[in-house]
C-alpha cells in the first residue's frame, strides 16, 4: 500500500521567514496530495491541495510543489505569522480502484517564533 | 450550520465495555470515513463508506463496527474497549465524484481506562 514520510518532524522558524516541509510517497499511481492544518484541540483542515497534473499551485502565501518523477511534494509558507503555529500534515491519495484513500504523512509541527 | 458534526465530544469509559460515536454530514457528499488519531497525532483511516456502502476496511480489530444508515450518517460501534484504544477519532466526509477534498468532524476523544 501507499507509504508517505514526511520530514521535518518539528520545525521553528522565526516570524516573517519560510517554512518548508517535504513528503515523498511511494505509489506512482496517487493523483492528489492535500495538505491539512491542526491546530490544537481542532479538527484538520485542509489548506492547499494539488492534483497530478499540476506542478505547483498557489494561495496567497502558501504554495505546494509536486515532482511526480521523484514522487515528491512540497509544503511552502512565506512571511510566516504566529497563527501559522501547528501541525501541518501531507497526505496522497490512491487512483486505484480499492485504494481511494487517503494516506497521512506523520506531521510536522511548526512553531513560529515571534 | 455545521458540516460535519460528531457526538459526544468526550467519552470515558472502562475496559470492556461497549460504546457507540455518530458522525452526521449536512453537506449532501456521498462518502464518509472514519480516522482514528492516536497520542503521537498519527493519523490513519479506519473505514470508509460510500452512499452506504462499505468501500474501505483496512485492518482494524472486528470490535470496531461501522454503520450507515443513510448516506449522512456514519456511526462507530466499538466493543469490548481496551486501553490502546484511547485516541481521538475524527469523522470525514466528501462528494467523491466531484472533489477528493476531505472535511472533518470535531473529533471525539475517547479515553479508556
Known amino acids: 500500500g501507499e507509504n508517505v514520510e514526511q520530514h521535518p518532524s518539528t520545525l521553528s522558524v522565526q516570524e516573517g521567514d519560510s517554512a518548508v516541509i517535504k513528503c515523498t510517497y511511494s505509489d506512482s499511481a496517487s493523483n492528489y496530495f492535500p495538505w491539512y492544518k491542526q491546530e490544537l484541540g481542532k479538527r484538520p483542515q485542509l489548506i492547499i491541495d494539488?492534483?497530478?497534473?499540476?506542478g505547483e499551485k498557489k494561495d496567497q502565501r502558501i504554495a505546494v510543489t509536486l515532482n511526480k518523477t521523484a514522487k515528491h511534494f512540497s509544503l511552502h509558507i512565506t512571511e510566516t505569522q504566529p497563527e501559522d503555529s501547528a501541525v501541518y500534515f501531507c497526505a496522497a491519495r490512491g487512483a486505484n480502484f480499492g485504494n481511494e484513500k487517503l494516506t497521512f504523512g506523520t506531521g510536522t509541527r511548526l512553531t513560529i517564533i515571534p | 450550520d455545521t458540516a460535519v458534526s460528531q457526538t459526544p465530544k468526550y467519552l470515558v469509559t472502562q475496559m470492556g465495555n461497549d460504546k457507540s460515536i455518530k458522525c452526521e454530514q449536512n453537506?449532501?457528499?456521498?462518502?464518509m470515513y472514519w480516522y482514528k488519531q492516536d497520542s503521537k497525532k498519527f493519523l490513519k483511516i479506519m473505514f470508509s463508506y460510500n452512499n452506504k456502502e462499505l468501500i474501505i476496511n483496512e485492518t482494524v480489530p472486528n470490535r470496531f463496527s461501522p454503520k450507515s444508515p443513510d448516506k449522512a450518517h456514519l456511526n462507530l460501534h466499538i466493543n469490548s474497549l481496551e486501553l490502546g484504544d484511547s485516541a481521538v477519532y475524527f469523522c470525514?466526509?466528501?462528494?467523491?465524484?466531484?472533489?477528493?477534498?476531505?472535511?472533518f468532524g470535531p473529533g471525539t476523544r475517547l479515553t479508556v481506562t
Open positions: 494539488i492534483r497530478s497534473n499540476v
Open positions: 470525514a466526509s466528501s462528494k467523491r465524484a466531484v472533489s477528493y477534498e476531505q472535511y
Open positions: 453537506l449532501g457528499h456521498d462518502t
